[in-house]
């Protein structure tokens, strides 16, 4: 790369490389940072990816992630040797519910989609020390190397406290005391293939929990929760593999312990900065929601910024970045830390309400973790309310929330392709059939020169069926953004109402009013 980068992104863990993909993608030029000295391949840490992430990276050339991930839909939860319940994941448009995964294989997929994108240079052994801005850029300091853009995303990782410290963040929160023991096995476990099992109190694991994922190639990840202060040895790991699998045959592939955090920064734009991923945010994995919410962080930085660095959108644009993930980092927060808050009572009341409930099979207090979803930009400053659609709240576990203002727009065939697909490279106005499209594209044309297309649902439905699971009427329009989130469903839709409603998806720009 021999000019400025437009974008600088520190770090090349998952959530760097997605952002640095999606950047390019809108053709933005980016530099890509990492202190390490280049990829390594241990540790195996996030495997469950959900489906709008693996459509992220789908639409970014990763597309192999989904096709060599195992699919898998029901989760079963037991107490002791009772199982308790199962439910199965809500299926919708062609990418499965959730793939499990190892990151080390995610990273190189990534890696290999990055090495084949011109507009992206990576460069390793450069450390970010600090970052310094002004009116017109950011200088990343890499010790005596100073690196310039005019825009940087900071995708550091749990570990960039100089980086957040020089920005003047802070990242409160809380460190759990147990432990957790993590081994990747390869055995052949007949019909766990496709299941996720979660096991409190099992005879093997008195008091505490063991989760069982399944992985590709025969791969399973078996994660026990431990005491604090327990070092397992070799001999402990295999006594303990051995009490779930008995004497079947098994490769031991990778082990770790983990303690987790549950940690938030204080800030996710600061200027012409934006935080991503762990860097920002911090939680427990049950529920998988950390690299599954880094992404969404990515992508929503992506296109705010290739907005801004286009002139499409004003500066404006870029705060509410910080409204809507830092919104989504504290749901997370809060949906991890009540499974924490079960799964790993800490006092006298937590124990015995967690006692009850199991002993009791009351099922619906029992909470073996939450699996992540997109988060809804209900309260977004870029979303116009709609009092005759509204937010229908936290759905049922596995379940998708109904369309409505703020919430990600369901898949669907159209033809030639996929809505998703559709959606990304711009603004999308979806026009019901009384609406004239002629008069709107001609009114909409004038008062943005970002990327938009205005469309018949008619025209895009090619099976009726998209028209039926929107719910959408003949006089409505919908405004959608390059993140398939719906920014605005207008009933009586008029070019004014759709003008301003996408305005206001764009930050407000002023040279957008009709
Ligand atoms: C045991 C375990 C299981 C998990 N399971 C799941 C799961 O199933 N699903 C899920 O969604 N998530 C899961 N997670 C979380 C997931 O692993 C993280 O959310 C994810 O790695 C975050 O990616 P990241 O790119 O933000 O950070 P990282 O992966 O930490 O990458 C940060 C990068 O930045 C680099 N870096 C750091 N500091 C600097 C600096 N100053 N200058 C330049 N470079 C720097 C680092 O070298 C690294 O390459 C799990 C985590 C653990 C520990």
Known sequence: MNTEPQVIVIGAGPVGQSAALLLARWGIQVLVLDRRPGRDAGGSRSICQQRDVLDVWAAVGAGKVAEEGLTWTTARTYYRDRELFSWSFEREGPMPPFVNISQARTEQILDEAIAGQPLIEVRWNHEATRLTQDASGVTVHCGQRLLRAPYVLVCAGA???????????????????????????????????????????????????????????????????????????????????????????????????????????????????????????????????????????????????????????????????????????????????????????????????????????????????????PYWYVDSPLTTPEPTRPFTGRPPKGALCPPAPGVILPDASIPGGRLREFCRDGFLVLLGDMCDSSLFVQVLGKVTTAPLAVRGLAEMDGTGSLTERLGAGPEEAWVIRPDSHIAAIIPHAGPESVAAALSRAMGGSPDMTP
């Open 159 to 373: 570990r960039a406290q100089q980086v957040r410290q020089s920005l003047g963040v802070t990242f409160d929160g809380e460190t759990f005391d147990d432990q957790f023991l993590i081994c990747d096995i390869k055995a052949d476990l007949p019909g766990w293939e496709s299941e996720r099992r979660f096991y409190f109190d099992p005879i093997w694991n008195p008091g505490r929990q063991v989760l069982i994922h399944p992985c590709p190639g025969g791969t399973f990840r078996i994660d026990w929760q431990i005491a604090p202060d327990f070092i397992p040895t070799k001999t402990d790991i295999s006594r303990k593999i051995r009490q779930i699998i008995g004497e079947r045959p098994y490769e031991l592939i990778w082990h770790s312990t983990y303690r987790f955090h549950s940690r938030i920064a204080s800030r996710m734009r600061v200027g012409r900065v934006l935080l991503a991923g762990d860097c920002a945010h911090l939680v427990a994995p049950f529920g998988a929601r950390g690299l599954n919410s880094g992404v969404p962080d990515a992508e929503n930085a992506a296109w705010k910024l290739a907005f801004v660095l286009n002139g499409w959108a004003g500066d404006g644009l870029l705060e509410s970045y910080h409204a809507e993930r830092h919104a989504a980092a504290r749901e997370n927060l809060e949906v991890t830390a009540a499974t924490m808050r079960f799964i790993a009572p800490r006092s006298v009341e937590e124990r015995m309400h967690r006692r009850a409930v199991l002993e009791g099979g009351l099922v619906a207090e029992i909470d073996s973790g939450r699996f992540a979803e």
